[in-house]
């Protein structure tokens, strides 16, 4: 069964201060792994996809990286209007095409 | 571009009715979409997939016969949640792709609430 784990559940940070969110994955032949964020009350909004081990991929103050396990989404110098929900997902092989979420990161960046 | 559109945002019913959720593709045709349940402080769960012109296929646990999701064209899909109870509250979100791309792009989802 395909298992997505998202590390830690809550976390709390200082305008400028740099972390990263953990993503592990286990699933039957990995078709792709997702990164979405996801405001309150709002569907998840598309970040990154990562397809294979060693790919990353960049987009303002967010860098995601992958590996055979894991994935990570590195903030750097995060703004308040980064606070929100950040979801990883994973989709799996075997022609199955829905993806299998993670329970997410809840992100707060304090001014 | 990817934009999906969800109607209606809200929705209250009474327990024992029906309501339908639309989802739509506004800027590329969906072959494929998804529809998720969220429940509160829980991530995201699929319900159903369907393709274009074809029968849904739901997973284990979700009854068909309750929730009934046509996806009749390329921007179009819906759910229809027959026989509301208050357990079916929940947050629905419907999620879009399109031939050869695995990236899933979301709705901005419809909370229903059944008295």
């Known amino acids: 069964e395909d298992q997505v784990t998202q590390s830690p559940e809550a976390l709390r940070l200082q305008e400028g201060e740099s972390s990263s969110l953990n993503c592990s994955y286990t699933v039957s032949g990995l078709r792709g792994l997702f990164w979405y964020r996801q405001d309150p009350g709002k569907g998840p909004e598309f970040l990154f996809t990562l397809y294979s081990a060693g790919e990353e991929k960049e987009k303002e103050r967010l860098k995601a990286t992958l590996t055979k396990k894991e994935s990570f989404l590195h903030i750097t110098a995060p703004k308040p209007e980064d606070s929100a929900t950040y979801l990883c997902?994973?989709?799996?092989?075997?022609?199955?095409?829905?993806?299998?979420f993670g329970k997410g990161t809840h992100l707060i960046i304090q001014p | 571009g990817a934009v999906v559109s969800q109607h209606p945002s809200r929705v209250i019913c009474k327990s024992g009715t029906s309501v339908k959720i639309e989802c739509r593709s506004l800027d590329f045709q969906a072959t494929t979409m998804f529809w998720y349940r969220q429940f509160p402080k829980q991530s995201l769960m699929l319900m159903a997939t369907s393709n274009e012109g074809s029968k849904a296929t739901y997973e284990q646990g979700v009854e068909k016969d309750k929730f009934l999701i046509n996806h009749a064209s390329l921007t179009l899909s819906t759910l229809t949640v027959t026989s509301a109870h208050p357990e079916d509250s929940s947050f629905y979100i419907c999620s879009a792709s399109t031939t050869g791309k695995e990236t899933q792009y979301f709705g901005p989802g419809t909370r229903l609430l059944v008295l």
């Open positions: 997902a994973v989709l799996r092989g075997g022609g199955a095409d829905g993806l299998t």
